[in-house]
């Protein structure tokens, strides 16, 4: 499997985006995904993971109230729906799928077999 993320760019601090992240074949029915991000000079970290049937959702305390996190496996795609931007939100914006049956962290990097290349969103004040 494949992921390919899209939707990153430049924009003012209060615009809105969608990240989009798409798999090149339908994902083992479990499946939980998620979106992390890498800020320059900084590690990657969780944004928001999202099961196969869509709940539970959860999100980093940084973007909850902001970010909207959805999926359609018959589209075998994922969202990120994010608004209100601000600079904190620059980052590479990476998308990842983990095996079913993984354990409860959705944070760990380690739980995701496959990952994304990333789209870059730049947000400036």
């Known amino acids: 499997v494949r992921l390919v993320e899209s939707g990153g760019e430049a924009v003012q601090a209060g615009s809105s985006l969608t990240l989009t992240c798409v798999a090149s074949?339908?994902?083992?029915?479990?499946?939980?995904m998620g979106w992390f991000r890498q800020a320059p000079g900084k590690g990657r970290e969780f944004v928001a993971g999202?099961?196969?049937?869509?709940?539970?959702?959860r999100y980093a305390d940084s973007v909850k109230g902001r970010f909207t996190i959805s999926r359609d496996n018959t589209q075998k795609t994922l969202y990120l729906q994010m608004s209100n931007l601000i600079p904190e939100d620059t980052a590479v914006y990476y998308c990842?799928?983990?095996?079913?049956?993984?354990?409860?962290?959705?944070?760990?990097?380690?739980?995701?077999?496959?990952w994304g290349q990333g789209t870059r969103v730049t947000v400036s004040s």
């Open positions: 999202i099961s196969w049937i869509s709940r539970p959702i």
């Open positions: 074949e339908p994902l083992a029915v479990g499946s939980v």
């Open positions: 990842g799928a983990r095996d079913p049956g993984r354990g409860p962290n959705w944070a760990s990097q380690s739980e995701y077999a496959v």
